[in-house]
């Protein structure tokens, strides 16, 4: 994956503030920024691209970060901007409304649109990821998109949690992806914004087709990945529980390469191998183990298991005792 990393403490104390308000115009739409700490400013930030989509998680001091009128006049990249809270807080002020974030808030804004947020309060750390879409890419009408931003948006549940996630898990390990996997990527994001921002709306119709079944697909995924421990989750409980018909199910996962019993199956199977790799769970017996995660018969996850890795589950145990 193509990744920039920016960070203060790689110049002087002196250099460190301009340097950041350098990389901040040169990555994102120009802001004015300001921060009591520019003396010896202490950030660190990360540019993943995903095609057209950027992703940025950062670490930094308190600043004061404003995008007036005239910046937009002299430049204006045309893109919605959405920024997930972490750690610490921030604020906001845009036309006559303001508003505060908390870890797993949402803040979002238009780069076409005034706006002015205080990033963190005195001797706080903030930590945040943020991700930068183009207007045209969004899966709503702009002007529907432009009514989303500033309302309350939550990472705690629904669309906003499965959002959170996908940044949270793409941000925390890259290694794992190629650089032709940045713009596929790219497009799940583009995705779950435009489910959050019609979600908030309570526009889904605005969706369009494809990005409503790749959404969907998603949150069936977290749905499956949260129920693993039930040794009733089966095709038809998920279909219930997304109010669609098992066939529509069915058709959902066709181009996933992949059934959802046998996904069931092979996410159940993965906890139980690394429950069993797992010292400190030595001394619980495999069937317990097994049951744990909606195995309800010993010996057909005795033979899953064998199937899938190659030896039994006892025996997998046992080799995971041996020094390496």
Not at 73 to 78: C, F, G, I, L, V
Not at 123 to 134: A, K, L, S
Not at 254 to 276: C, N
Request: aromatic share 8%; glycine share 6%.
């Amino acid at each position: 994956m193509i990744e920039m990393v920016h960070r203060t403490e790689d110049f002087p104390p002196a250099e460190r503030f301009e340097r950041w308000r350098e990389w901040m115009g040169n990555t994102h739409a120009p802001v004015d920024l300001s921060s009591e700490h520019a003396a010896d400013f202490h950030a660190h930030k990360r540019t993943l691209l995903l095609g057209a989509v950027t992703v940025w998680p950062s670490t930094v001091q308190p600043l004061l970060s404003r995008r007036t009128a005239k910046l937009i006049r002299r430049s204006d990249p045309e893109s919605y901007n959405l920024t997930l809270v972490l750690e610490g807080t921030a604020g906001a002020s845009w036309n006559d409304q303001e508003a505060e974030y908390r870890p797993y808030d949402l803040h979002s804004q238009n780069s076409s649109q005034p706006c002015t947020v205080q990033v963190g309060r005195p001797d706080q750390i903030v930590r945040c990821v943020g991700v930068e879409i183009p207007k045209d890419l969004l899966a709503l009408p702009r002007r529907s998109a432009d009514r989303a931003i500033g309302r309350p948006l939550s990472a705690r549940d629904g669309v906003g949690a499965l959002l959170a996630g996908f940044l949270t898990g793409l941000s925390a390990d890259t290694a794992r992806y190629r650089p032709t996997d940045g713009p596929r990527l790219g497009a799940v994001l583009v995705d779950l914004a435009s489910a959050l921002f019609a979600h908030t709306l309570d526009a889904d119709r605005g969706l369009s087709p494809e990005a409503h079944r790749r959404t969907l697909t998603l949150s069936i995924r977290a749905f499956i990945n949260r129920n693993l421990q039930n040794p009733n989750l089966t095709p038809q409980t998920v279909a219930a529980a997304h109010q669609i018909s098992t066939s529509y199910l069915y058709r959902l996962f066709q181009d996933e390469d992949v059934t959802v019993g046998a996904l069931i199956r092979h996410q159940r199977l993965e906890r139980a191998r690394q429950d069993l790799a797992d010292p400190a769970q030595h001394e619980i017996p495999v069937r317990d183990l097994a049951a744990r995660w909606g195995f309800t018969h010993h010996s057909a996850f005795t033979r899953a298991f064998r199937n899938a890795y190659g030896t039994p589950p006892s025996d997998y145990r046992e080799a995971m005792r041996q020094p390496r």
